[in-house]
């Protein structure tokens, strides 16, 4: 999935958005008379379809992708997909006109479950933006999958259980009430400060990931308000906006997948692999120290695997008594200090570099390489009277043996 966006084809794609919903409105007489409404329900599915199977791609994606990296916010979206890409199915199901599922198919159980997903979707995509990176040291996919379907089973359970009890949110062949309008504009709401904040890391980093996501949340944007305007739920408004749906998700999914995909190895980081030494990197979250990068030959020798070690904290790969090495980390974190030191570690007599990275004046990592020196320091050991001689020394002492 290549990127190709820029900053001209993001506004000319938003301006299309734009025109497109206007043309609709000013020429929706005419548009009402070409547009049959008893194909709804199949075109309806259709798209539905569509986004749900964009919804579980992703959790596919972050499933593998946690396997590597035991991000935080892998683990949010694999929980925030997978309980929209339900709820939507569950939606898609008991929509009017659908056969019979468990319950007679209404527009009040497919507008809740469309609400509820709408709601997790926009709320924890925010959440995704907005928090700070945090690895976690166990694997948790299988709990955030069971916790998921958890909370499918109680919104289930709460719409085809109290249907009748539920607040009225669409009133068909009259539109949709003041309260599924102010739920609408909360989730529009929601979707527009994700959009702000994609713009805004866009400024940043200058990554056109961040436009596909911007324009992801732009569609999703318009797809809400349009569906607090439809008067029924088979009319031409409610399909433009399912239409607009699944061209955010397709942009979501697309920019997604940009901003995780593994970046191509350079020469460089082959070396590193190869190096008899360690680099790696780590930050301080919660008090501990966390490793977000390490590689080198050195930790095959030692019998550690790189891609298990990112996200482990760096107290877990010394021994008890290394106290010092961590005296040595916390006071390069806060005074920002290079420190270069010795330790033991697995039988090695190690030399380690510290060297904080500063910026705006605050140390936000610690970068550092490790140098396996026991050669060094058992040669150092040796006798004199035992070691062996080279060159002239080493012939002058024959001759004199002789």
Not at 245 to 261: A, D, H, Q, R, T
Not at 281 to 308: H, N, T, V, W
Request: net charge neutral; aromatic share 12%.
């Amino acid at each position: 999935m290549e990127d190709r966006m820029t900053e001209w084809r993001f506004l000319v794609y938003v301006m299309g958005a734009v025109m497109a919903l206007l043309g609709i409105h000013v020429f929706h007489p005419q548009l009402v008379k070409i547009y049959d409404p008893v194909n709804y329900v199949s075109f309806h599915a259709l798209l539905e379809l569509s986004s749900i199977s964009i919804s579980f791609l992703i959790v596919l994606y972050c499933w593998r992708k946690l396997e590597q990296n035991k991000s935080a916010k892998l683990l949010i979206l694999l929980f925030a997909f997978f309980t929209v890409g339900m709820v939507d199915l569950l939606h898609t199901l008991s929509f009017k006109g659908m056969p019979h599922f468990l319950t007679e198919s209404s527009v009040a159980k497919a507008t809740c479950f469309w609400v509820f997903a709408r709601m997790v979707e926009a709320a924890l995509i925010l959440t995704v933006l907005v928090m700070p990176e945090i690895r976690v040291r166990k694997d948790w996919r299988k709990h955030v999958l069971a916790a998921s379907f958890l909370l499918v089973i109680v919104i289930a359970a709460v719409v085809f259980t109290f249907e009748n009890s539920l607040p009225v949110l669409v009133v068909e062949g009259q539109g949709t009430t003041s309260l599924k309008n102010g739920l609408e504009y909360f989730i529009s709401f929601l979707h527009f400060l994700s959009l702000i904040v994609c713009l805004y890391r866009y400024y940043l980093e200058k990554s056109t990931t961040y436009l596909n996501l911007a324009l992801a949340f732009t569609y999703l944007f318009l797809s809400e308000m349009i569906f607090t305007v439809y008067q029924s739920v088979v009319d031409l408004d409610n399909f433009s906006g399912h239409i607009f749906k699944v061209l955010g998700y397709y942009f979501i999914l697309k920019g997604l997948y940009l901003l995780l995909k593994p970046e191509k190895k350079s020469s460089a980081e082959s070396i590193m692999k190869q190096s008899p030494g360690a680099v790696f990197s780590f930050a301080k979250m919660d008090g501990r120290f966390i490793f977000s990068y390490i590689d080198g030959g050195l930790l095959g020798e030692m019998g550690l695997k790189p891609c298990q070690m990112a996200g482990t904290q760096v107290e877990d790969l010394l021994p008890p008594a290394a106290g010092a090495v961590i005296d040595h980390c916390n006071d390069s974190w806060e005074s920002g200090d290079k420190h270069t030191f010795t330790a033991f570690l697995k039988g090695r007599h190690l030399i380690i570099s510290l060297a904080p990275i500063i910026k705006e004046g605050i140390v936000i990592e610690i970068a550092g390489t490790a140098t396996d020196i026991s050669t060094f320091i058992q040669s150092a050991a040796t006798p004199a009277k035992t070691r062996p001689m080279a060159g002239e020394a080493q012939e002058e002492r024959m001759l004199q043996t002789l």
